[in-house]
């Protein structure tokens, strides 16, 4: 997930062919608005989640936050200065809303790692970084074997935010403003099936009131831990 110079990874006809399945679906779907774009892949789908599941999902957050973690080689946690939690894929609750998600995209919900929730006050921040794993970087065997690269994200904005918390592709020239229930979702694959640098996307910073969402990553393959 760092920025690096090196190529991030290598076309893929199996992750080309999830990307157009799942981009048909989408446009197909009366619910979603394509993003203009020439660079990437994205949709927004205002009205998503509806407020009562937004409000739990909140809460939940604020049980469980905890500081956030980065998975790179070079990044430090000032990339990411949130707090994040892991949702329970088991519970009662967060099972229908990942089935949800994963039925929305057409994706098999195995292929989802657990959704993440996070937490941004004033200042708070993710910076640019990608999604997909760059396939230089020592971690990528132990993912590779473990579900593969992430093709997808399916993020929902769980409340409207005061001021500031945008999601920015600076390259993909798409931004997007929280509102509560909205998702936001992404293809960080390009056409080929090789990871799409103009992914590259932030969290800018809230400015004022305090962000919530949920991501959900969705790899190439059943995430191992999934699987179990
Ligand atoms: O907070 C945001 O708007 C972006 C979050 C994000 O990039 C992620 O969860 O991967
Ligand atoms: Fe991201």
């Keep these: 997930m760092a920025i690096t110079s090196v190529p991030p990874g290598h076309p893929s006809p199996a992750r080309a062919a999830i990307g157009q399945a799942v981009a048909a679906r989408l446009d197909a779907d009366p619910r979603m608005q394509r993003l203009p774009s020439d660079a990437i892949q994205a949709w927004?789908?205002?009205?998503?989640?509806?407020?009562?599941?937004?409000?739990?999902?909140v809460a939940m957050i604020e049980a469980n936050r905890r500081?956030?973690?980065?998975?790179?080689?070079?990044?430090?946690?000032a990339n990411?200065?949130?707090?994040?939690?892991?949702?329970?894929?088991?519970?009662?609750?967060?099972?229908?809303?990942?089935?949800?998600?994963?039925?929305?995209?057409g994706i098999a919900p195995a292929n989802g790692e657990t959704m993440q929730g996070q937490r941004y006050a004033?200042?708070?921040?993710?910076?640019?970084?990608?999604?997909?794993?760059?396939?230089?970087?020592?971690?990528?065997?132990?993912?590779?074997?473990?579900?593969?690269?992430?093709?997808?994200t399916a993020m929902i904005y769980l409340n409207d935010v005061e001021e500031g918390g945008a999601t920015w592709f600076p390259l993909g020239g798409v931004r997007a403003v929280?509102?509560?229930?909205?998702a936001l979702i992404w293809n960080n694959m390009a056409v080929d099936g090789s990871p799409n640098?103009?992914?590259?996307?932030?969290?800018?910073?809230?400015?004022?009131?305090?962000?919530?969402?949920?991501?959900?990553?969705?790899r190439e393959e059943p995430w191992a831990a999934a699987r179990a």
Aim: charged share 25%; proline share 6%.
């Design 80 to 105: 990411r200065t949130s707090d994040s939690c892991d949702m329970d894929r088991h519970a009662d609750g967060v099972r229908q809303i990942d089935e949800y998600i994963a039925a929305s995209l």
């Design 122 to 152: 004033p200042a708070q921040h993710f910076r640019a970084h990608h999604d997909y794993f760059h396939e230089g970087e020592s971690y990528w065997p132990r993912m590779r074997a473990t579900g593969g690269q992430r093709t997808w």
């Design 44 to 57: 927004r789908c205002p009205g998503f989640l509806d407020d009562a599941n937004c409000d739990w999902l």
């Design 178 to 182: 929280p509102r509560k229930g909205m």
């Design 197 to 218: 640098t103009a992914t590259l996307h932030e969290g800018m910073p809230v400015v004022e009131g305090v962000k919530y969402i949920v991501t959900k990553w969705f």
């Design 67 to 77: 500081p956030s973690t980065l998975l790179t080689d070079k990044g430090t946690n």
